[in-house]
């Protein structure tokens, strides 16, 4: 008895010491505007070598200066765009393009992916003509969508679709399919059938692979959107596809090089909006170390 409780004891005083060690893990924890720098440095880091790379090949005369113009020249340029009109209206344009096929996406993705998930008959129909629709180049589809459409929005909205929602459908099945079977009994035990079951069972379950698969779907619906762009310039409203393109015809490298930077941004904020949704959802799970963050 005595052995017992001495040994009780000592668990006892194991658990306690690792509880101490977790909350004096969480005592350290710095500042919010630490933790932002701690999660900015490495990315400020990388921005600065990539520069520095740019400037050496520029320096090692490669190609000549009008061909691949220095940071700073492109960085001038990018500021004289700035201060204009056209850089603007050609960023909404291509936003409300990319926004407009991605919503439609996403509603296309998700239906089909929870249809091909639940029906058996379906996936063996068309389960791995997703993927072969996924795996399909986005250029290919436009000599298709010219045919169909014509030189028009209705021509690159086409694409954007065609890229982006096979991969979303192939997220929701991938989550779908990874739900544990106990999970799903558990959810008919307590009541929960057909669409309710989906409603509150698998979709919070299968929701982390849900947003790989509607982040996935975003990137290939914004290469779709760009090669649409660079391809379908002749209607009416500029886009950053168009400048793109009428850069190219110029010969003029700093607007084109500026131009492609402010691509490459907006894909940054779209990929830091798909990592906060990601880190919440892992937070509300409670697999994100607190701690570390």
């Known amino acids: 008895m005595a052995s017992e409780t001495i040994a009780e004891t000592r668990a006892d005083a194991e658990i306690s010491g690792l509880d101490a060690l977790e909350i004096a893990g969480r005592q350290k924890t710095t500042t919010r505007a630490a933790t ?11 921005l600065a ?11 090692a ?28 209206d050609g960023l909404v344009t291509t936003l409300r393009r990319a926004a407009l096929g991605y919503v439609f996406s996403v509603g296309v993705g998700l239906l089909l992916g ?5 029906f058996r008959v379906l996936r063996a129909a068309i389960g791995s003509m997703i993927t072969a629709l996924q795996t399909m180049p986005s250029i290919a589809w436009f000599p298709l969508a010219i045919l169909l459409f014509e030189l028009s929005e ?29 999970l799903q009994r558990a959810g008919r035990n307590l009541g929960a059938r057909g669409l309710n079951l989906y409603r509150y069972v698998i979709a919070p379950a299968a929701l982390p692979a849900i947003v ?18 660079l391809i379908v310039v002749g209607i009416s409203q500029t886009s ?6 009428y ?21 940054l904020g779209v990929d830091a909006a798909f990592g906060a949704a990601d880190q919440a959802i892992r937070r509300r799970w409670g697999v994100l170390d607190q701690a570390g963050q």
């Open 114 to 118: 929870l249809a091909v998930a639940r």
């Open 36 to 46: 932002i720098w701690a999660s900015t440095w490495p990315k400020l880091a990388a």
């Open 61 to 88: 005369e490669i190609w000549p200066p009008y061909s691949l113009p220095g940071p700073g020249p492109v960085w001038q340029e990018l500021v004289r765009q700035a201060s204009g009109a056209q850089l603007w």
């Open 212 to 229: 790989a698969g509607l982040k996935q779907g975003w990137a290939f619906s914004w290469r779709s959107l760009m090669a649409g762009e």
């Open 247 to 267: 850069a190219r015809e110029l010969a003029d490298a700093p607007w084109l090089l500026s131009t492609m930077i402010v691509i490459l941004v907006v894909g």
């Open 154 to 182: 209705k021509a690159i909205f086409f694409v954007v679709v065609l890229g982006a929602a096979p991969s979303i459908a192939n997220g929701v099945i991938s989550g779908v399919d990874y739900v544990p079977p106990l």
């Open 240 to 245: 950053l596809g168009a400048q793109l393109t």
């Open 49 to 59: 070598i990539a520069i520095a790379a740019w400037q050496v090949v520029v320096w």
